[in-house]
């Protein structure tokens, strides 16, 4: 199952634009999960790229995102502390929940493991918890600028270099990391734990591992990550994480049979995601969609038009009619394809569209292909039947729209 990609906007805990990335199944979504990145890393890094497709693979749908202040988010990195990470992380989740569905698996690389683990309480729908090579304690994180600590401490700030690259580390930075109680957290968080660690990692040592699954209550699992460095910078190793992790994680996200809010039969419920101008939530039983309109209408052109779900629903109703009708004669036909093209057209330009229509209207071409080889007597009863899809038949007959003001 391939994935697609969608990029996205939501608001930090400091009142930030974060920038981030929501990996989607093709097809039906099992359920979604938050993925944090590893210290002063972001949302793009080959190990979140990798796991997030391959869950998406696996119909788990994967928000990455970039903390405050880090890649593509707006912020300023100097302000941001480790609660303010766990407090993005939950933004992320509430996002997910008004916007599609709360996260039931929350996986964190690195820091961002820690971050998950302690996030998770705050996430009450998050059945699952994965770390990836994090530490047990927040303060771990300060042999990265160890040679700094001093100025911070007396300065109230410094310059460290970090991957490369430089960041300001304030002194509410250190105090932050220091006042954690990260062990607490683990024991309280009443959610199923998975433990990814490398025993030759050599940013953070095995032993952080260790101590992390000591603290956590049953159920709880580890995996050894063999000779994978710190970074799964190569791509088998991402692959496996994310291949155990769906495996490991269905246990304990159950599959979804219907929405939160009900599904009466036949009913669609579309709602504003805040994303956007026009972006529009669809929930369909268990399926999940967006609509939109194209960037030249003011839209993110995130998924289809209005007219687009009416064009797909008389292409999709036409080849499943097609099929029926196909199998029921023996027919070997081949694949069927519909394409379908809509537009507002004068009635009286349109020479093909039937008597007793005044004015602009609404013009469907259809177009049927089949892989297989038919007659042309066949063909002809192909066109017939097509014209007999119920989508078809509702469009040229007319529907009766009742409209109630919810209360």
């Known amino acids: 199952m391939s994935a697609q990609s969608q990029k996205v906007t939501f608001q930090g805990s400091q009142g930030e634009d974060l920038a981030a990335k929501l990996e989607l199944p093709l097809g039906q979504v099992r359920a979604y999960a938050l993925f944090a990145h590893c210290f002063t890393c972001n949302k793009d890094i080959f190990a979140a790229a990798r796991i997030a497709s391959a869950l998406a693979e696996n119909g788990i749908a994967v928000l990455r995102f970039d903390f405050t202040g880090l890649g593509a988010s707006k912020g300023d990195f100097a302000n941001t502390n480790f609660s303010s990470n766990v407090a993005d992380l939950v933004a992320a989740a509430d996002y997910l929940r008004d916007t599609y569905e709360a996260p039931k698996l ?15 309480g705050q996430v009450p729908e998050a059945k699952a918890v994965a770390t990836i090579g994090a530490p047990a304690d927040t303060e771990h994180v300060i042999h990265n600028f160890s040679a700094n600590v001093e100025e911070i401490r007396s300065q109230g700030e410094a310059e460290v270099t970090l991957a490369g690259r430089q960041f300001k580390i304030k002194a509410q930075f250190l105090e932050d990391l220091e006042a954690q109680n990260l062990k607490g957290l683990i024991g309280s968080m ?38 994978a460095d710190h970074l799964l910078t190569r791509r088998a190793d991402s692959i496996y994480v994310a291949d155990v992790l769906s495996a490991w994680a269905a246990r304990f996200i159950e599959a979804r049979t219907q929405r939160d809010d009900g599904d009466a039969a036949g009913e669609v419920l579309v709602r504003e995601t805040g994303n956007g101008k026009f972006q529009q939530q669809v929930l369909s039983g268990t399926h999940r969609m967006l609509a939109d309109e194209p960037v030249s209408y003011g839209g993110l052109d995130s998924g289809p038009s209005p007219y687009d779900f009416v064009s797909i629903g008389l292409a999709a109703c036409t080849s499943m009619t097609l099929r029926m009708y196909a199998e029921r004669k023996g027919w070997d ?29 609404d013009r469907f071409e259809r177009r049927i292909s089949v892989a297989g080889e038919v007659e042309d007597a066949a063909r002809e009863k192909l066109l017939e039947i097509a014209d007999k899809c119920p989508v078809h038949r509702t469009i040229e007959a007319g529907a009766a729209v009742v409209t109630k003001l919810a209360s």
């Open 106 to 120: 929350l996986v964190g690389h690195s820091l961002g493991g820690a971050a998950v683990l302690a996030a998770a």
């Open 190 to 227: 009443k959610k199923a734990l998975i433990v990814f660690h490398s025993p030759v990692d050599a940013t953070v040592g095995i032993e952080n591992a260790a101590a992390i699954f000591q603290a956590a209550k049953h159920p709880k699992s580890f995996v050894s990550l063999d000779d």
């Open 333 to 361: 036909i081949g694949r069927i394809s519909v394409t379908v093209d809509h537009a507002k057209v004068h009635a009286e330009d349109c020479i093909d569209c039937g008597e007793g229509k005044e004015g602009r209207i």
